[in-house]
Nanobody
Framework: QVQLVESGGGLVQAGGSLRLSCAAS????????MGWFRQAPGKERECVAA????????DYADSVKGRFTTSRDDAKNTVYLQMNSVKDEDTAVYYC????????????????WGQGTQVTVSS
């Protein structure tokens, strides 16, 4: 059982930066692969970043590659999403999720989800 609590969302100007945090509680946090998803109005939920259990592998959606970076600190039970050079298209609700069994970008593969945090990019 893992509980996830997100923070760091808010309003940011286009071209600016924002860092989202996902604090986890529960047993064996290091056993879970983690993902960041976002959902904008009228669009499907999409995976923007994923990080392996060890933290040695990360993957990004083409739309954010080169701008977003995810990392994890198992000692602090926290996963981060660093968002740089944000664009209007990045406006969405962002979710942190944990997967016990798989490393993927498929929402149904993730067992636990945070509450979501709104990120709004202003032009």
């Amino acid at each position: 059982q893992v509980q996830l609590v997100e923070s760091g969302g808010g309003l940011v100007q286009a071209g600016g930066s924002l860092r989202l945090s996902c604090a986890a509680s529960g047993r064996t946090f290091s056993s879970y692969a983690m993902g960041w998803f976002r959902q904008a109005p009228g669009k499907e939920r999409e995976c923007v970043a994923a990080i392996s259990r060890s933290g040695g592998r990360t993957d990004y959606a083409d739309s954010v590659k080169g701008r977003f970076t995810t990392s994890r600190d198992d000692a602090k039970n926290t996963v981060y999403l660093q968002m740089n050079s944000v664009k209007d298209e990045d406006t969405a609700v962002y979710y942190c999720a944990a997967s016990q069994w798989t490393y993927s970008g498929i929402p149904s593969q993730f067992n636990y989800w945070g509450q979501g945090t709104q990120v709004t990019v202003s032009s």
